[in-house]
């Protein structure tokens, strides 16, 4: 069982940045492929990032590459995601998620574990 806390988000002017954090529990973290999903309101939950176990491998949708970087400090059983260059269009509640699989990472149903989600709101 892998319990997720998201912390960090805000609200924040376009253009500025906000650090999300997501601690786990459970004494097997470092195995787990770490995601953020993000949903706006009336939208469907979208996939933003994931890393894999070793922090080696990273995902990104084409729309926050470049500007948003995932890593994960297993020592910390904590998973990050920096957010630079905010846009209006990132606003939405950013859940953070554990799966047991390595493969298609950018498919919600993948994952076993999710957190309660954390608000970020872009102003413009």
């Known amino acids: 069982q892998v319990q997720l806390v998201e912390s960090g988000g805000g609200l924040v002017q376009a253009g500025g940045s906000l650090k999300l954090s997501c601690a786990a529990s459970?004494?097997?973290?470092?195995?787990?492929?770490m995601g953020w999903f993000r949903q706006a309101p009336g939208k469907e939950r979208e996939f933003v990032t994931a890393?894999?176990?070793?922090?080696?491998?990273?995902y990104y949708a084409d729309s926050v590459k470049g500007r948003f970087t995932i890593s994960r400090d297993n020592a910390k059983n904590t998973v990050y995601l920096q957010m630079n260059s905010l846009k209006p269009e990132d606003t939405a509640l950013y859940y953070c998620?554990?799966?047991?699989?390595?493969?298609?990472?950018?498919?919600?149903?993948?994952?076993?574990?999710w957190g309660q989600g954390t608000q970020v709101t872009v102003s413009s």
């Open positions: 998620a554990a799966a047991r699989t390595a493969h298609w990472v950018t498919r919600s149903v993948n994952y076993d574990y």
């Open positions: 459970g004494r097997t973290f470092n195995s787990y492929t």
């Open positions: 890393v894999s176990w070793s922090g080696t491998g990273t």
